[in-house]
C-alpha cells in the first residue's frame, strides 16, 4: 500500500493546497490512482501530514504567493523531508516568477506546469513512479538480507534490477548500465549454472508491474507503458511466457510483495550457494569494459 492510503482502500492518499477550479481538476487527473484531501491553508496540511500522512503534497503556485504561505512550506519541508512536495502552475499572474523561485528556495523540488494537458499526464506519471519506487525500497531491503556476503558486484547487479529506469528493458540495455559486455554477464551466468540475466530482468520487471497494478485505477496500457514494453499486448505475451498466466490473471493473483516472494524463491534463495561466489561483472586479466572498449 502507499503511505497515507487507508486500510481496505487500494488509493492513495495526497493532500493538496489548491484554488477550487484546480481542485476539480486534480480529482479528475487522479480518478482511479489517488484520493485528494483538500486542505485550506499550508497549516492544515501541516496537521493533516501528522495526523494522517501521505504519498505527496500539491500545492497552488497561486495559492503560495506571500511570505507567510512560502515560510510555511520551508517548515513543512523540513519537517516531512520523505514526502515530495509538488508545486502546481495553471496560471500566470505577474507575482509568479518570484513565487516559483520562492518555494524552490524553500525545498519544494518538483513544478507541474499544466497549463496544458502534457501537465496533467505528467502528475500521473509522476505519482505512478512514486508507486514504483515504493516495491524497489522494499526489494532492496529483503535482498540485502538474503544476498548478504555476496561478492559487491552479484550485488550491483541485483540493485541495478530494482533501481534502474523503467527504460531498462533488456539485457543488452541493462548490461550497459552496469558497464559490462552483455556476453561476459551472461557467459558467467551460465558457468554458475544460475537462470539467465534476462529472466532475472524479466521477473524484477513484473515485480514492479504487480506493486503498481495494487491501484485499481491503472490499466494494464498504463502499466504497460510506464514500463516501456511495447504495447499492452507485448505485456500480456511477456506474462504468458514467463507465468503460463494471462495479464488479467497476473493481476488478480499477484500484488508487488507477493510477486517480490516469487522472485525470491524461484531466482535467489535455491541459489544462494552459487550467487555468493559470483562476479557477473568482473572480466578476467586484461578485459576492456562495455564502454571502455
Known sequence: MFPGSDKGDDLASITTILTPNERLRVDAAGEGLYHARHRDSVDDAIRDLKENGAMAVIMSVSRCSNRDATGRVASMVREFPRIPAVALLTELDPQTPETVLTLGRSGVRMLIDARHASGWHKLRHLLM????????????????????????????????LFQCSPQVSTVRILACNLDVLPSTMMSRFFRARLPSPKRYLAMARLTRAASMFENSGLSVANVANYLDYSSPQSFGRHVRTLLRITAVEFRQRYDGEGMLHRFRQELVLPFLPALRHLTPLTGPPGWVSARGS
Do not use: K
Not at 144 to 149: H, R, V
Open 129 to 160: 513512479a512514486d508507486r514504483a519506487t515504493d516495491i524497489q525500497r522494499l526489494a532492496l531491503s529483503q535482498l540485502t538480507s538474503d544476498l548478504a556476503g555476496v561478492p559487491p558486484d552479484c550485488w550491483r547487479f541485483f540493485e541495478m
